[in-house]
């Protein structure tokens, strides 16, 4: 069993920055894919950025167009966290932000939210302009 408590959100102006963390307890959490999601009021929640587990190695990544060169997400093993810096955020950043873990060992990180077991209550990031 896995749970996840993220943390980091707040209130920001357009071109600020902002780094979310995701605790997990659970000593399986570092082999399985963790992502962040996004939903904003009124929309589907959309994967954001992922990370795979330990046992690949390297650390496997993967953004949704709109995030790159802007968010970036990584894991520290030892702390069980996963972190996702975002820089550059926009007022269309605005949202509640979700982390979750798959539960499954892969390679890929799915952008689905069906293949996530596990998820966090949420964060809620808002952008000011």
């Known amino acids: 069993q896995v749970q996840l408590a993220e943390s980091g959100g707040g209130l920001v102006q357009a071109g600020g920055s902002l780094r979310l963390s995701c605790v997990a307890s659970g000593s399986t959490f570092n082999m399985y894919p963790v992502s962040w999601f996004r939903q904003a009021p009124g929309k589907e929640r959309e994967f954001v950025a992922g990370v795979a587990g330990i046992m690949w190695s390297g650390e496997k990544t993967n953004y949704v167009d709109s995030v790159k060169g802007r968010f970036t997400i990584t894991r520290d093993n030892a702390r069980n966290t996963v972190y996702l810096k975002m820089n550059a955020l926009q007022p269309e950043d605005t949202a509640v932000y979700y982390c979750?873990?798959?539960?499954?060992?892969?390679?890929?990180?799915?952008?689905?939210?069906?293949?996530?077991?596990?998820w966090g209550l949420g964060t809620q990031v808002t952008v000011s302009t």
């Open positions: 979750a873990a798959t539960g499954k060992l892969a390679v890929s990180i799915p952008p689905w939210r069906d293949e996530y077991e596990y």
